[in-house]
T-cell receptor, first 115, second 115 residues
Framework: AQSVAQPEDQVNVAEGNPLTVKCTYS??????LFWYVQYPNRGLQFLLK????DNLVKGSYGFEAEFNKSQTSFHLKKPSALVSDSALYFC?????????????WGAGTKLIIKP | ETGVTQTPRHLVMGMTNKKSLKCEQH?????MYWYKQSAKKPLELMFV???????ENNSVPSRFSPECPNSSHLFLHLHTLQPEDSALYLC??????????????FGPGTRLTVT
């Protein structure tokens, strides 16, 4: 079965430190990968996506993610965390073998940035 | 109004009540979605409409009934719900259904509590 795993329910980082939110996937074919963020009392917002090309993709708010095909991972990173980055982060994947390209979602990782 | 709006933001209903959730998108998109978000679980896709035609119905109980009168509006009619239906219900839209690379735009959600 196709799936997305976000192995950490919660990640705690001190302000100014680098952060990583992990995502691994299991899908058929070369995946299309997405990160979304959900701030409190808000809907999800698109952050970035990998479709093809350079494995390192840059997105909104200084975030970036690296596609690693051999490890089937797409970890979200930021060099220096801000308190305002505290939110719920979702990884999602589409498989090219799905005719409807339905998004397969991870369960989310709560990121807490401490001052 | 811009983006995707949802009303009401909060709803408390008894198991015998009938209520409706409303979603409106101001983006000129052709596809609209209902998702159920429960804590620490992946988003569950409930229904998809493309150009006002339902294209996905992911084994959702009949106590949830969607309606899409036009490409900008989406409703979710609720009746005889169960306590386990308590969740955040998210509406989303995208430029088109079945796109491998397109992102979705989310509303802020309706927090539903069934008593």
């Amino acid at each position: 079965a196709q799936s997305v795993a976000q192995p950490e329910d919660q990640v705690n980082v001190a302000e100014g430190n680098p952060l990583t939110v992990k995502c691994t996937y299991s899908v058929s074919g070369n995946p299309y990968l997405f990160w979304y963020v959900q701030y409190p009392n808000r809907g999800l917002q698109f952050l970035l996506k990998y479709i093809t090309g350079d494995n390192l993709v840059k997105g909104s708010y200084g975030f970036e993610a690296e596609f690693n095909k051999s490890q089937t991972s797409f970890h979200l990173k930021k060099p220096s965390a801000l308190v305002s980055d505290s939110a719920l982060y979702f990884c999602a994947v589409r498989s090219p073998t799905d005719s409807n390209y339905q998004l397969i979602w991870g369960a989310g990782t709560k990121l807490i940035i401490k001052p | 109004e811009t983006g995707v709006t949802q009303t009401p933001r909060h709803l408390v209903m008894g198991m015998t009540n009938k209520k409706s959730l409303k979603c409106e998108q101001h983006l000129g998109h052709n596809a609209m979605y209902w998702y159920k978000q429960s804590a620490k679980k992946p988003l569950e896709l409930m229904f998809v409409y493309s150009l006002e035609e339902r294209v996905e119905n992911n084994s959702v109980p009949s106590r949830f009934s969607p309606e899409c009168p036009n490409s900008s509006h989406l409703f979710l009619h609720l009746h005889t719900l169960q306590p386990e239906d308590s969740a955040l219900y998210l509406c989303a839209s995208s430029q088109e259904w079945g796109s491998a690379t397109g992102e979705q735009y989310f509303g802020p959600g309706t927090r539903l509590t069934v008593t």
